[in-house]
């Protein structure tokens, strides 16, 4: 029993930062009709910057993670309007053309990071490395729990973003109808790049948080592109809300199967899973997606 409940916690705490991780993956799907490849690439590049920071300048992972957010904002508004000419170009079949342009970006992350880097893991420490609290039988990393409430602060941030400003409020009818949206004086361009920016920025947080836990190699964006798309898929596509569900259940299921079953054998009976669940309720758990 013991057992079961801390795999319960470590469960719950890995779901709250892959809610992180993909909420504004689904917010760009929702708005830019972009299904980004690139999402696990923004997750490492965040990793190997917070991996800098506190090598270069003893800067914590839990203070430069607000750094990073704000380096990849800008990044993200910059590479935002370029996303959004390829997807609304008027040739042949520009969604399949932003999908290839964003598996181009991943890939030439991939490769700037085996440049810079090496195929080597490299830890991110912090202060909080190694110590933990105990609650009855189960003992709580404070590493992980304090990556938890940093996912779950930032998530909540864009939930009041999106719910409780004029900038949400055009997000919004940007995801309904982008004619609509413009024809009510919503700058169609413009919040599209800053929706572009936030995803990147939250992922990129997302990618710090996973690299404190873990480590930060090239080879983690693949996992995590995955990752995003399970979750984005289970939660229904564009659907923000059913993040909340599809991040936790991931969480749990993969802490389950890794605990009882083996690690080898979690991408199978993730993906697995998810088929079944397609075949069940194809627009997410809660029957909100496309």
């Known amino acids: ?11 719950i705490l890995i779901g709250g930062i892959l809610i992180c991780l993909t909420i504004g993956f689904q917010l760009t799907f929702g708005v830019l009709h972009v299904i980004d490849f690139a999402v696990g690439g923004w997750t490492m590049l965040g990793g190997y910057t ?6 270069l300048a003893g800067i914590d992972p839990f203070i430069s993670i607000f750094l990073v957010f704000a380096l990849f904002l800008l990044i993200g508004r910059g590479l935002g309007p370029l996303i959004y000419h390829v997807r609304t170009s008027k040739y042949a079949r520009p969604d399949l053309m932003a999908l290839a342009f964003t598996f181009g ?10 440049w810079l880097w090496s195929y080597n893991s490299r830890s991110v420490d912090s202060v909080l490395s190694g110590q933990f609290l105990s609650l009855g039988p189960v ?9 938890f409430l940093l996912a779950m602060l930032f998530s909540l941030g864009l939930f009041i973003l999106l719910y409780r400003s004029r900038f949400g409020m055009a ?10 949206a413009g024809l009510m004086g919503v700058d169609v361009k413009r919040v599209s790049a800053w929706v572009y920016g936030i995803y990147t920025a939250l992922t990129a947080s997302a990618g710090v948080l996973i690299a404190t836990i873990y480590s930060v190699n090239p080879s983690v964006g693949v996992r995590y592109t995955l990752f995003a798309f399970f979750v984005a898929v289970l939660a229904g596509l564009g ?5 909340l569900v599809a991040g936790l259940a991931l969480g749990l299921l993969e802490a389950y199967v890794a605990t009882y079953i083996g690690a080898r ?4 009976i993730v993906f697995g899973t998810l088929y079944l669940v397609l075949l069940v309720a194809p627009k997410g758990v809660l029957g909100r997606g496309i």
Do not use: K
Not at 2 to 10: A, R, S
Not at 139 to 147: G, Y
Not at 239 to 243: F, W
């Open 1 to 11: 029993m013991d057992l079961f409940l801390q795999t319960l916690v470590n469960g």
């Open 50 to 55: 917070a991996y800098w920071l506190v090598t």
């Open 105 to 114: 970006i991943f890939l030439f992350m991939r490769g700037g990071a085996l």
């Open 139 to 147: 003992t709580i990393p404070l590493m992980r729990l304090s990556a």
């Open 171 to 180: 997000v919004r009818a940007l995801a309904q109808n982008h004619d609509h």
């Open 239 to 243: 659907s923000v809300g059913g993040v």
């Open 265 to 268: 054998y979690s991408l199978l």
